[in-house]
């Protein structure tokens, strides 16, 4: 599955996709904390990537499905206040 998004183009030819694992074991992280933790982390990897403020990131849980008019509204909105720059 994870090749099928990265290589099949569906996504777009010129969309670089990117997987990556929150492996990091700690105990102490309980429920919300926890939850901050791991996106605080796709941030990290997303600036890493080289991610720009005009750039679409999609963060969502794994009950959390996009359905494909929700995809083609995130292309096409022009939204004032998100607007980079």
């Known amino acids: 599955e994870k090749d099928m998004l990265m290589y099949s183009g569906m996504l777009g030819k010129s969309t670089r996709v990117i997987f990556d694992y929150w492996l990091e074991d700690k105990p102490g992280l309980m429920q919300m904390n926890r939850e901050a933790e791991q996106r ?3 941030l990290k990897v997303w600036k890493k990537a080289g991610m720009q403020p005009e750039d679409v990131g999609l963060m969502a849980d794994v009950d959390e499905v996009f359905s494909r008019d ?3 509204a995130i292309q096409v ?6 607007r980079p720059g």
């Open 77 to 82: 909105c022009d939204f004032e206040p998100l």
């Open 40 to 42: 605080n982390t796709i």
């Open 70 to 72: 929700f995809l083609r």
